[in-house]
């Protein structure tokens, strides 16, 4: 007869565990003393002109803008307002006349103005070319994107900075949060460019004053730092 042979004893098999659900990023967060310096960057040079009762005079820049004292300023308080492309001109007048300071009223209408970077401003042609002649520009490039992102603009037209804003990376090694390593790369590379500081990193000096000479391949340069 067949020998009898125990039947193996088998285990169902366990549940498929689900795949752990990784923790929500850290929402990008303006520290608290950034957002106090730009509150009295807005207020307190409006109170001291209202208490020492001078105002200087404007001088016409061009059909939109002016220059006051040596800030630049607005012919039409409203001109935001009426045409938010104008936000983008503004840093283009300021860097042809080589101006790196807001007239208080122009600085509180910037901020306002902010607000009106929606998708529609961000697809529209006029703004496009506008943000890519930003980035071609001779002088005036790293005040300019370091001034669109620190009055919450930069974020605004492109989603994905506004992503990395205050962002910390937990490590030994970063020190600085996101747009700020962001910002850091931007002077850097201009850096490079300037004869002056060509003894600090002489091959990237070098390399970069061979390659960046057209108008498209400086701003190719600029834009990879920042995206």
């Known amino acids: 007869c067949a020998r009898f042979r125990p039947a193996k004893k088998t285990t169902a098999p366990s549940p498929r565990q ?10 990008p967060r ?13 207020l307190i040079p409006a109170l001291q002109e209202m208490v020492s009762g001078k105002s200087l ?11 006051r004292g040596n800030q630049i300023a607005l012919r039409d308080p409203e001109l935001f307002s009426r045409d938010p492309s104008a936000l983008l001109r503004l840093f ?10 807001f007239d208080p009223a122009c600085l509180r209408a910037l ?31 790293t005040w300019s994107i370091a001034m669109l992102a620190r009055y ?20 030994g090694f970063h020190i600085y949060t996101v747009d700020e390593h962001t ?9 490079f460019t300037v004869s002056e500081f060509s003894h600090e990193f002489p091959l990237a000096s070098r390399l970069i004053t061979a390659f960046d000479k057209t108008e498209l391949q400086r701003q190719s340069i600029r834009t990879a730092s920042i995206l």
Do not use: C, S
């Open 30 to 42: 303006r520290p608290l003393d950034e957002r106090l310096r730009i509150a009295n960057e807005l």
């Open 18 to 27: 689900p795949n752990p659900v990784p923790p929500a990023p850290l929402q």
């Open 152 to 171: 919450d603009m930069l974020g605004r037209y492109l989603p994905a900075f506004a992503r990395i804003t205050g962002q910390m990376q937990h490590d």
């Open 92 to 101: 283009l007048a300021a860097g042809k006349h080589g101006l790196t300071a």
């Open 57 to 67: 005079p404007i001088q016409p820049l061009d059909e939109e803008f002016a220059l």
């Open 183 to 191: 910002m850091a790369v931007l002077r850097n590379l201009r850096r």
């Open 111 to 141: 901020w306002r103005g902010r607000l009106r970077i929606n998708r529609a401003f961000r697809q529209d042609p006029r703004n496009m070319a506008a943000f890519l002649e930003l980035l071609r520009q001779p002088r005036g490039i």
